[in-house]
């Protein structure tokens, strides 16, 4: 029997590797790369850091519900991903304050003083045109229906 076979158990994999990827990502992107998050970067990883757990109690005790939720939460990601990139590509207007606020640890008034300041309407990384925000919003989305659709499949016997 294979994970096809199981497509709760599909869906609930794709639960939890998807806010882990992506949040994995957005950290090596942020600490490797000093791609430092605005405001509204942080907006898309909120949801991700709901969904992680929740991932991991639908593929430890499975139960379709836990799973849908986690998914619901992937969606919100990339929901507000899509409202990002569009700030970022000029669709419309984004916040009139946007930057990203200061480290922890050491002293606050350093952190403060020494934090880049990033506007939620920059791109900082592309490829083929789309941005970090645009990608959240594809891969997100794409994964919130995939799990969906997963769990309306019945289970094979």
Known sequence: MTLLDQPSRAAALLALLTPAFLLG???????????????MCWWQRYPHFAALPLGLLAVLRPARGVTLLAALCILASGLIGAYHAG??????????????????GGDPMKAIWDAPLVRCDDVQWSLLGISLAGFNFLISTGAALLIAALLRKPEAA
């Open 25 to 39: 990502g957005a950290y090596i992107g942020q600490y490797a790369f000093d791609l430092y998050p605005c405001e």
């Open 87 to 104: 700030v970022e590509y000029g669709w419309w207007e984004g916040l009139t304050a946007c930057s990203a606020s200061g480290a922890g």
